[in-house]
């Protein structure tokens, strides 16, 4: 099968919601904090992390670049260039599930890579939750080193209770 990369395109948007939300069940901030606090009363994970796409399509910033094979989306990856800083972010990079395991996710990257290269980044950047373990062996295998750790915390606000009279 063979694999192009290729700018996106509008119409891909629903599918790369839908890809995500698939690719980051159990392995997002977004949701655990809906397992640990309860979905919000406007929205779950889902909702949140499919707005992702959305960000990183509309980013004056950015880009997004889209695997397909026949027609059919398997995947992509989103980059933020901070010109000033000369620093290029993944945000996102998400394989279909029936692409996984067939180094299509280290293309992705090394085509990332290769964009901030052109585009004079100097240092590239990727994270991800330690609970993550395609993430945490993938993107050190493809060179990129660990040089901090995050601890990210949530908690449930109510309402300010309102004047009594």
Not at 18 to 37: K, M, N, P, Q, Y
Not at 112 to 128: L, N, S
Request: net charge negative; no cysteine; aromatic share 6%.
């Amino acid at each position: 099968m063979a694999i192009i990369v290729r700018p996106y395109r509008e119409p891909d948007r629903a599918t790369l919601k839908r890809l995500t939300i698939d690719a980051f069940e159990g392995v997002s901030i977004d949701h655990a904090i809906d397992r640990v606090l309860g979905p919000l009363a406007t929205s779950d994970w889902r909702d949140r992390k499919g707005r992702h796409v959305d960000e990183d399509v509309d980013a004056a910033d950015g880009a997004v670049d889209v695997a397909e094979a026949s027609g059919e989306i398997l995947g992509y990856v989103s980059m933020r260039f901070d010109r000033d800083a000369s620093v290029g972010r993944i945000p996102n990079v998400v394989v279909a599930p029936v692409a996984r395991g067939q180094g299509l996710g280290r293309r992705l990257l090394e085509h990332a890579i290769g964009r901030f290269r052109a585009e004079g980044m100097r240092v590239a950047r990727i994270e991800t939750l330690e609970g993550n373990p395609i993430g945490r062996h993938l993107y050190p295998s493809v060179g990129f080193l660990e040089v901090a750790r995050q601890v990210h915390y949530a908690m449930p606000l109510e309402p300010e209770p309102g004047p009594t009279t």
